[in-house]
């Protein structure tokens, strides 16, 4: 078996999901929100939450693989620039090998302008929901 194509997701995070992902994940972190030590903080204006950006990634991979994603899946990746709302994101899985059944992809999730947010790999192996 061949790893198969996997669809881009894209996706806009503004500061509307900033704040739900905060409030959700009990992450009250000043520098996600519309707050004076955001604006003072390292980057000058509010940064989204980087699992919202490596939350696309995953999606795609959960579309494509149902629950094999769920029980096999990984993701090992590296922050390359912050994202700051709003944001459009697309996250990209591209096949890398096929090894014994298990699949890897490299994946990037960036920006419109083709700035990689992150990068790195995904892996999965198929037959683990059968």
């Not at 939350?55 to 579309?63: D, F, G, H, K, W």
């Not at 994946?107 to 990068?119: F, K, M, Q, S, Y």
């Amino acid at each position: 078996m061949t790893a198969p194509e996997v669809p881009s997701v894209t996706r806009v995070i503004d500061q509307a999901r900033v704040d739900a992902y905060a409030q959700h994940g009990k992450d009250p972190n000043p520098i996600h929100r519309e707050t004076p030590e955001a604006y003072a903080g390292p980057f000058g204006k509010p940064v989204a939450h980087g699992m919202l950006v490596l939350a696309l990634a995953s999606e795609a991979m959960a579309r494509a693989f149902g629950p094999a994603w769920a029980e096999s899946g990984t993701l090992k990746i590296r922050w390359r620039s912050p994202a700051f709302p709003p944001i459009r994101v697309t996250a990209r899985c591209t096949p890398k090998s096929d090894v014994d059944g298990l699949f890897t992809y490299d994946i990037v999730c960036e920006d419109e302008a083709g700035e990689a947010l992150l990068t790195g790999t995904a892996s999965v192996r198929p037959s683990a929901a059968s």
